[in-house]
C-alpha cells in the first residue's frame, strides 16, 4: 500500500516544487501551497490521514516575519509532538532545525551547484548510499545549531548538510532536483559572469548523473515512513 505523504510547498509563485516531489515519492500525495496559507491539517485523533510529510525548499529565509511562516512553525511543532515521520529539503531542513529549536543563520555567501555531501555515521535515510555523494545545492543560509538532541548526519565545507530529530529529517541539498530544475534555478540568480560561469561548471554529465544517487533518500524515508510505529495522531 502506498504511503500517504503530504506535501508542504514552501515555494513562491509559479516554481518546479510539486512537480519534483511529487515524480520523486512513490507514494499518494497532497501538496499544501503554504506560502499561499494553504497549511495542511493539525495532528489529533487516532486515525492518521497522512503518514508522512515533506517539506520543500523556498525562495524565503526561515527567520523572515511571515504569518505563513509563523503558522507553519506552529503546525511543524504538533507534527514533531505527534511523531509523524517528515523530511525537509534546503528550506525545509532550516525551518525544521529553527522551529524544533536550533538557529539558521546567513552564510553571507552563495552555495550554488552541484557539490559534494559527505555522510558521518550510519542512518536508515542514507542507507545503500555512498559515504560521499554528489547534489544539486542553492542556499545562502545554513543550520548553525541543531535542536537539543538532534544528531549530525552529513557536512561539507559549508556546514551541516543533513540532520535526525527523532523521525524529523532535514536534508540541506536537493535530491529532486533534475538538470532541468538546476537550471532554471541559476538561471534565475542574480549572478556575475565569473560566478555564473563557475557554477555551470559544476553542472557536467558527470555530475548531474552522479547526482541521482541522492534521490535514494525518497525511497529510503517512505520505507521509514512504512515500518514507523506512529503514536496515536491524525490530520483532522
Not at 27 to 56: F, M, N
Not at 150 to 158: P, S
Not at 194 to 206: D, L
Amino acid at each position: 500500500m502506498n504511503q500517504r505523504i503530504a506535501i508542504v510547498d514552501a515555494s513562491v509563485g509559479e516554481t518546479p516544487a510539486e512537480r519534483n516531489l511529487t515524480r520523486s515519492l512513490d507514494a499518494e500525495t497532497t501538496v499544501y501551497k503554504v506560502s499561499d496559507s494553504q497549511l495542511p491539517p493539525v495532528p489529533a485523533g487516532v486515525d492518521p490521514r497522512y503518514d508522512g510529510v515533506v517539506i520543500s525548499g523556498s525562495q524565503t529565509s526561515v527567520y523572515d516575519d511571515r504569518g505563513w511562516i509563523h503558522d507553519l512553525t506552529s503546525w511543524v511543532r504538533a507534527v514533531h509532538q505527534a511523531d509523524v515521520p517528515t523530511l525537509g529539503i534546503c528550506w525545509g531542513h532550516q525551518f525544521l532545525a529553527q522551529s524544533l529549536g536550533g538557529r539558521v543563520v546567513d552564510m553571507g555567501e552563495h552555495e550554488l551547484g552541484y557539490r559534494t555531501v559527505h555522510r558521518r555515521g550510519e542512518d536508515t535515510l542514507f542507507a545503500d548510499m555512498s559515504s560521499s555523494f554528489t547534489a544539486f545545492q542553492t542556499h545562502s543560509d545554513r543550520v548553525a545549531e541543531l535542536p537539543a538532541g538532534a544528531v549530525e548526519l552529513a557536512r561539507n565545507e559549508y556546514g551541516i548538510q543533513a540532520f535526525r530529530l527523532g523521525t524529523r529529517y532535514g536534508v540541506q541539498f536537493h535530491p529532486e532536483y533534475d538538470r532541468e530544475t538546476a537550471e532554471w534555478v541559476i538561471g534565475n540568480k542574480d549572478l556575475t559572469d565569473e560566478r555564473r560561469e563557475a557554477v555551470t561548471a559544476t553542472m557536467t554529465g558527470e555530475s548531474v548523473t552522479a547526482a541521482q544517487e541522492a534521490t535514494t533518500v525518497f525511497d529510503n524515508f517512505l520505507e521509514l515512513v512504512a515500518t514507523h510505529q506512529q503514536r496515536p495522531g491524525r490530520f483532522e
